[in-house]
Nanobody, 127 residues
């Protein structure tokens, strides 16, 4: 299966921006891809999906602050995060599975859940 490695971890102040990257070991053409996060003490929650046709979907709570995109030539998935909030502090994960996304509207995650995950990258937002 495709090996995924996230990068771009770091710290930002509230209101700032960060961009996360997810390098795939091979082409992800025809893959459903996405981002999720796990906040301290919480469960993993979906953020965004990028379907095989290039259509993006987001969890309701994102409210336009985050943007998912992909560079197919480089096999990299991105998550641009703007207007960061302290509550965005979390470990962020990318995921990829073959085939189209089975989207749950407003959830930012597919059904069934992703089976292939990266190791995660930490994001810390301070006041």
């Amino acid at each position: 299966q495709v090996h995924l490695v996230e990068s771009g971890s770091g710290s930002a102040q509230a209101g700032g921006s960060l961009r996360l990257s997810c390098d795939a070991s091979e082409s992800t053409y025809g893959y459903c891809m996405g981002w999720a996060r796990q906040r301290p003490g919480g469960e993993r929650e979906g953020i965004s999906l990028l379907d095989t046709d290039g259509v993006a979907s987001y969890a309701n709570w994102v409210k336009g602050r985050f943007t998912i995109s992909k560079d197919d030539a480089k096999n990299i998935l991105y998550l641009q995060m703007n207007s960061l909030k302290i509550e965005d502090t979390a470990m962020y994960y990318c995921a990829a599975d073959p085939g189209p996304c089975l989207v749950i509207p407003g959830r930012g995650s597919p059904d069934p859940p992703f089976g292939n995950w990266g190791q995660g990258t930490q994001v810390t937002v301070s006041p």
